[in-house]
């Protein structure tokens, strides 16, 4: 599954780094292409780096996901997108045992309308590898893995199956702080909008939160 990296210029348009841009008057090319961004983000997803056209030099700031020009300050949204939405997704139909399973463990009144699997081999591998780190780093702390439910938004839900839920885009004033909220009870999920994740979640260390916690400990 690959991915393309795009900026939105001044009409609204969603460009892809490397190809030109839609401004009449001065269109203008980045010379890095969007497969170079996409190396340098699995290389560290956390970093800012440098890029040029023929007449300016940007900063693409992989956290906030936005393109600075550095002489104009001008800010433009990014965005990261697969080339194929849907290859991360797949449709459980009725009649396959893991519909069932899921069907059970919801434990809804209401039918659900789909059951999607996750089909994300890259973020299985990352969940794995940060386990194994945690494990090796704190050895003395009990990790656990539960199946817990995340309710959203079905517009949230493709860019979830391909990126996981971003800690980062949880913003303040939530009643136990910022981060990614999960629950072992199906009808609080469900309170929160029309799609539900099952979600694998690594528990350890824990405490509780409280509004004015700005950030979610890594641990």
Request: charged share 25%; aromatic share 14%.
């Amino acid at each position: 599954m690959g991915y393309k990296w795009q900026f939105q210029d001044e009409f609204g348009n969603w460009i892809e780094y490397g190809k030109i841009s839609s401004a009449k008057s001065s269109p203008c090319v980045v010379t890095t292409s969007s497969e170079d961004i996409e190396r340098q983000y699995d290389e560290n997803p956390r970093r800012l780096i440098i890029l040029k056209s023929d007449y300016w030099t940007y900063e693409l700031n992989f956290n906030t996901m936005k393109q600075t020009n550095m002489t104009t300050k001008v800010t433009r949204d990014v965005r990261r997108v697969a080339d194929d939405l849907w290859s991360a997704m797949d449709h459980v139909s009725p009649w396959q045992y893991e519909y069932t399973n899921v069907r059970a463990l919801l434990k809804l009144d209401k039918e659900p309308k789909f059951i999607f699997k996750i089909i994300n081999t890259k973020r299985e591998a990352v969940f794995d590898a940060r386990m194994a780190q945690l494990q090796r780093y704190q050895p003395f702390v009990k990790y656990e893995i539960k199946e817990l439910f995340h309710g959203t938004s079905s517009s949230n839900a493709i860019s979830i199956a391909h990126e996981n839920i971003d800690f980062a885009r949880h913003g303040p004033n939530y009643i136990y702080g910022n981060g990614a909220y999960f629950t072992n009870n199906i009808k609080m999920a469900d309170h929160y909008g029309d799609a539900i994740f099952i979600c694998k979640v690594l528990v350890g260390r824990v405490t509780r939160g409280s509004s004015n916690v700005s950030q979610a400990s890594k641990d």
